[in-house]
């Protein structure tokens, strides 16, 4: 399927895609691996694509702390995606291990060694970079947007890297908070959704989806409830599927409008660096060499 040529399109996806190794890399960093061990945490389960992946109640409750100390069934709604069972158990042993704050900072702390750790404290384009995701940052909406305001009501670190960090998570989430919005609006479930990025990314049914913890019979009733929509057939997509998953990828692209418009000129150089820096992230095995903006690219 060819690729939308609507700037705005292009420019969010770029975004988003370059954005992705330099912050997604806090959720395989052995830093933060070992932070959280240190609060009673299992370590990392193994290589997961090459790099070292997260303990799952760890993930959840380090990642759910952007919300503050909530309850793992706000955790799961503001995520979307996980079978939500699930999430609560795991945020429930999280909660038992630390708080809030704590864990939130052993996030932070791990997540900006790791990084300097590959690209250094003061890589070129360290001042360019940090100055536009800071301006992108202001132009967010956090209406309807949990994590988004989550992250937006953080300081930023005391680090040299700490804008970087702090300001390419809040847009990182905001894409995902808006994400969301899109094929909420569209009537999915989380699991509909699941089986249609699959096939929009070209994967196999239930590959993907399956790390988000749904069994094989909600796997079947998302399954018919696609059919019976008309989305998917016996060979994948049908054309009404595939329109209705690419709208929701082009809407959630709308809603970056204010945030791209907010790069101004430097947009393509702030590309280009953070796109340097992800490359290096992942020569070190920091990030996988494929994330979800990259099946996106190549589907």
Not at 136 to 144: K, L, N, P, Y
Not at 226 to 231: A, E, F, I, N, P
């Amino acid at each position: 399927m060819a690729q939308p040529t609507d700037s705005l399109t292009t420019r969010a996806r770029r975004l988003g895609g370059a954005l992705e190794p330099v912050i997604g890399q806090v959720y395989f960093a052995p830093e933060c691996h070992a932070n959280y061990q240190a609060l009673g945490f299992d370590g990392s389960p193994g290589e997961f694509s090459g790099v070292a992946g997260p303990d799952g109640p760890a993930y959840f409750t380090s990642r759910g702390s952007l919300l503050g100390q909530v309850p793992g069934q706000v955790v799961a709604a503001a995520f979307g995606v996980f079978r939500p069972d699930v999430v609560v158990a795991a945020v429930d042993r999280g909660w038992s291990l630390t708080d809030a704050d704590t864990i939130r900072t052993a996030r932070d702390d791990g997540a900006l060694a790791h990084l300097e750790r590959h690209i250094g404290a003061s890589p070129d384009g360290l001042g360019l970079v940090s100055d536009a995701l800071e301006r992108a940052a202001s132009a967010v909406r956090v209406e309807g947007r949990a994590l988004t305001a989550g992250v937006s009501a953080l300081d930023v670190p005391d680090h040299p890297l700490g804008r970087v960090f702090r300001f390419g998570d809040l847009l990182r989430e905001f894409r995902g908070d808006s994400h969301i919005a899109s094929w909420v609006t569209a009537d999915l479930d989380a699991i509909e959704i699941g089986l249609l990025t699959e096939l929009y990314w070209g994967l196999p049914l239930r590959s993907y989806a399956r790390t988000r913890g749904w069994s094989a019979e909600q796997f079947d009733t998302g399954e018919e409830s696609l059919r019976s929509k008309g989305l998917i057939d016996d060979d994948g997509f049908t054309d009404d599927g595939r329109e209705l998953r690419e709208r929701i990828e082009t809407d959630t692209d709308r809603q970056m409008a204010g945030v791209v418009a907010a790069f101004g000129d430097d947009f393509d150089e702030v590309i280009e660096v953070l796109a340097g820096w992800g490359a290096t992230v992942r020569a070190g095995h920091g990030y996988p060499a494929s994330g979800p903006h990259d099946l996106a690219r190549a589907r």
